[in-house]
C-alpha cells in the first residue's frame, strides 16, 4: 500500500510503543489502515491500544494530530470507494450468522420450515471450501509438430511446481 497518497506530509510521525514512527512506513499504514477500520467500527479502541502497545490517552492524542486525521481519512475514504469496508463489515457480521441459525434450528417454536432452512444453510457455512481435492494444478498438454507429419504429443497429466519442465526436458532427449 502506498501511504503518498494518504498522507501528504511525509514528515509526519507517530509514537507507537515508544517509538517514533513515519506514517509513510509499512508499520505507520498498518495503523492508518487499524485507525480507518476503527472509524468504521470494525476495531475497537482498545484492540488498536493493544496491538500497538498505547494507552487511551495517547490513542486519543493521536486522534487529534491533523496529519494522522488527514490520513485516516483518505484511508477511510479509499476503503469505502474500492468495497474494502464493505466487504469487512459483511464478514464480521457472518461471523454471527451461524449462532443465530443454531438458534433457529434448536427453537422449538420456529416453524419446521425455518428450522430446515436454519440446517440448510448451516450445513452450507460449514461446507465452505470442502469442494477442493488438494492439489488443483491444471493438466497441460503440449503439441510439437517436428514436420512432415511427426508429431510428439506430451501429456504431463496433473501438475506440480517445476514438474512440468522436468517432464519437458525428460521427453525432448
Do not use: W
Request: aromatic letters at 2%; proline letters at 5%; glycine letters at 8%.
Amino acid at each position: 500500500m502506498s501511504n503518498a497518497v494518504l498522507n501528504p506530509d511525509p514528515a509526519a510521525t507517530v509514537t507507537l510503543r515508544g517509538v517514533l514512527i513515519p506514517l509513510a512506513s509499512d508499520v505507520g499504514g498498518a495503523f492508518i489502515s487499524d485507525c480507518a477500520r476503527n472509524k468504521e467500527r470494525l476495531v475497537s479502541d482498545s484492540r488498536i491500544c493493544e496491538r500497538y502497545g498505547i494507552t487511551p490517552a495517547a490513542f486519543a492524542e493521536i486522534g487529534a494530530n491533523p496529519a494522522v486525521r488527514l490520513a485516516v481519512s483518505a484511508e477511510h475514504d479509499r476503503r469505502l470507494l474500492n468495497g474494502d469496508a464493505a466487504r469487512e463489515a459483511a464478514a464480521k457480521l457472518f461471523a454471527d450468522a451461524p449462532h443465530v441459525l443454531g438458534q433457529i434450528l434448536n427453537s422449538e417454536s420456529a416453524s419446521p420450515r425455518h428450522r430446515i432452512e436454519a440446517a440448510r444453510e448451516l450445513r452450507t457455512t460449514a461446507n465452505t471450501g470442502g469442494e477442493r481435492t488438494g492439489d488443483t494444478a491444471e493438466r497441460v498438454v503440449v503439441h510439437i509438430n517436428l514436420g512432415g507429419g511427426n508429431q510428439t504429443i506430451i501429456d504431463s497429466g496433473p501438475l506440480k511446481q517445476n514438474e512440468a519442465r522436468e517432464n519437458l526436458d525428460a521427453d525432448m532427449e
